[in-house]
């Protein structure tokens, strides 16, 4: 039995099923949170504005210009957060490299799979 852990082909197994856990946790994390996103944004849009206008008491004429800088402050996080994602990305494709010497060319093929699919799906996320 402990033979059997010591060879590369039962690490690299581990190794494969440890990266999908991760991957899907993250890929499951994302689409249980990013199904709100979007309204979350205009959310926090919609939640500033009416602070600001409430609490500060704006006028008309500061309430009109306060609309591009909430354009300008939405647009700033949508950017970080597509950011975020590219690093997720890079890291995700570093992991695959970091990983392929120990698999067998049945196993890259299998990974290049799952690493396909989890790219695809977080970009489908970013859409």
């Not at 009416?50 to 800088?69: C, G, I, N, V, W």
Request: charged share 30%; aromatic share 6%; with cysteine.
């Amino acid at each position: 039995m402990s033979h059997a852990f010591h060879s590369h082909k039962a690490l690299a197994a581990m190794i494969i099923i440890l990266s999908a856990g991760i991957v899907l946790g993250i890929v499951t994390g994302w689409a249980a949170c990013d199904r709100f996103q979007q309204r979350r944004i205009e959310d926090f849009r919609t939640h500033l504005q009416s602070k600001f206008t409430h609490e500060l008491r704006l006028s008309p004429d500061q309430q009109k210009a306060l609309e591009p800088m909430l354009d300008k402050w939405v647009d700033e996080y949508r950017a970080t957060r597509q950011r975020h994602v590219d690093d997720i990305l890079k890291n995700l494709d570093m992991q695959r490299r970091e990983l392929e010497p120990l698999l067998t060319p049945e196993q890259t093929r299998l990974m290049d799979s799952l690493h396909a699919e989890t790219v695809k799906k977080i970009k489908e996320k970013m859409r």
